[in-house]
């Protein structure tokens, strides 16, 4: 089944401690992505990646990494989680190429993750 | 700079009855629209995209929606709404130009009366 997931699906820390939230899909895509949702805030984007060893900033990047050492996987690494990082986490991907159908993304189920 | 505006936060409709969710955007170029659902704990859902041609497009679940131009538009429709319809809708824009990047609206959430 083609799908994108996310592990942990829900992660509570601490302020301070370093965490990784993995990310994969087996669509072979080449562009994959990172959003945060917050109420009232929508989708806000937080890296993206058009290909492997490519990555840039979204919207939102301030305490966020990413790599992207091979196609399929897209970890976000919080160095230092701050309380202020409380949301819900999706990871999207989409499908290669310059065609218009590259810019539907397929969405992962999200990672609920508290920082207290 | 590309935006959605989701005037509705919260719309609540009765079971059989249609409905509408509103989408307004703001982009340069000639744009990419999407409508996603949102169930309670589950991801995005893509509903249906515009990329150009035929202004009313037709999406999963008798969902349908209709660009407008001269609007800058793209408001969801469904002719008679179900319980299971019950969720949270996004719409988002892209296009040529903006990296694949979409930028979302800040979401309308639907609650369906029985």
């Known amino acids: 089944e083609a799908q994108v997931t996310q592990n942990p699906r829900y992660l509570i820390t601490v302020t301070g401690k370093k965490l990784t939230v993995t990310c994969s899909q087996n669509?072979?895509?080449?562009?994959m992505s990172w959003y945060r949702q917050d109420p009232g805030l929508g989708l806000r984007q937080i890296y993206y990646s058009m290909n492997v060893e490519v990555t840039d900033k979204g919207d939102v990047p301030e305490g966020y990494k990413v790599s992207r050492k091979e196609k399929r996987n897209f970890p976000l690494i919080l160095e230092s989680p701050s309380p202020n990082q409380t949301s819900l986490y999706f990871c999207?991907?989409?499908?290669?190429?310059?065609?218009?159908?590259?810019?539907?993304?397929?969405f992962g189920p999200g990672t609920r993750l508290t920082v207290t | 700079a590309q935006s959605v505006t989701q005037p509705d936060i919260h719309i609540t409709v009765s079971e059989g009855a249609s409905l509408e969710l509103r989408c307004n955007y703001s982009?340069?170029?000639?744009?990419?629209l999407f409508w996603y659902v949102q169930s309670p704990g589950q991801g995005l859902q893509l509903l249906l995209k515009?990329?150009?041609?035929?202004?009313l497009v037709q999406g999963i679940k008798g969902f349908e929606a209709e660009f407008k131009r001269s609007q800058s538009s793209f408001n969801l429709r469904k002719p008679s709404v179900h319980w299971s319809d019950a969720a949270e809708y996004f719409c988002a824009v892209g296009g040529p130009g903006s990296a694949r990047q979409l930028t979302f609206g800040s979401g309308t959430q639907l609650t369906v009366l029985p």
């Open positions: 515009y990329f150009s041609g035929d202004t």
């Open positions: 982009y340069g170029a000639t744009p990419y």
């Open positions: 669509m072979n895509h080449e562009y």
């Open positions: 999207a991907s989409s499908l290669s190429g310059a065609g218009r159908t590259s810019y539907e993304q397929y």
